[in-house]
């Protein structure tokens, strides 16, 4: 029976695993290192979004579509953020509804600290583990997924999936 899906090959399945299993254990390496400074790769991923914006600022919805982590998780990661005195929110001065999240001076001292634990632990985890070689065809792979992600029109809208967390 012909089902129309074109099936993964041996060698395709054997890459795609290999990349499933090795981003995760990235990402568990990754907040690990940092979760013996304090923080979470998640906390520190979107501090250092915000480091790196003008004025230390963002609205949130900007900042979950560049984290790529939905509105509710970037809402919650900030809540906790703030609760440390890192982050402050404010309502959006170009309209009543949307909320600018803005990286305090405290926020911008703790980012400045946890960036030498996560730049070693990157450097640990990935650049030194690769050939110069295989860390520019890995950048310039993941780029052409991002690029195809992002120019897909049939990537479903999380708020037009009903089993998808908005």
Known sequence: METGVRWLSEQEQRSWRAYLRATRQLDAALDRDLQC???????????????EADGGRLRMSALADLIVQSRSR???????????????RTPAPDDGRGVVLELTAD??????????VHVESVRRHLVDVL?????????????AVSRAYEADPDTPDPTECPTMEP
């Not at 400074?37 to 480091?51: A, I, K, R």
């Not at 919650?76 to 440390?84: F, G, I, K, V, Y």
């Open 37 to 51: 400074s304090g923080v979470s790769l998640s906390e520190y991923e979107l501090l250092s979004m915000l480091s």
């Open 74 to 88: 970037v809402t919650h990661t900030a809540a906790r953020l703030e609760r440390r005195g890192w982050v402050r």
């Open 107 to 116: 926020g911008l001292a703790a980012v400045e600290s946890f960036a030498t």
């Open 131 to 143: 050939s110069a070689e295989q860390l520019n065809g890995l950048g310039a792979a993941l780029q």
